[in-house]
């Protein structure tokens, strides 16, 4: 009751609203209310800082953010599919230093 109590922001590169953690919620007759959609788990992150907006990302980002950043983290109240995080590159920057770190950062914050 707590969780869909609040409003939310969502984060969705492709502007969805709704998603699988509302597909969960359905199931147990509740619905949230997302009063934003931004493109990315940043955006929402500075969006909850700023206002009352719950902010739901994957677990390893919020860690992550949580380092750099005042937030309050808690699991979902509802189960949601895995989701698989993957990286590709362009072949030619697979020596490149800066990619390189690039890279070894992405997947620190995703373990």
């Known amino acids: 009751a707590q969780f869909v109590k609040w409003p939310h922001v969502s984060a969705s590169r492709r ?8 597909t969960a919620l359905a199931a147990e007759g509740r619905q949230r209310h ?12 500075t969006m909850a800082q700023n206002s009352d907006f719950i902010a739901t ?8 953010a ?9 699991a ?7 989701v698989d ?6 072949p030619r920057h697979h020596a490149d230093p800066v990619h390189r770190w690039l890279r070894e950062h992405v997947r620190n914050a995703t373990q």
């Open 76 to 82: 979902l109240p509802v189960m949601t599919p895995m």
């Open 15 to 22: 502007g969805y609203v709704q998603g699988p953690i509302d």
């Open 57 to 64: 990302m994957p677990e390893a980002f919020g860690r992550w």
């Open 85 to 90: 995080i993957s990286m590709s590159w362009h």
């Open 34 to 45: 997302v009063a934003m959609v931004v493109p990315g788990f940043q955006a929402a992150i």
């Open 66 to 74: 949580k380092e750099q950043q005042p937030l309050h983290l808690f």
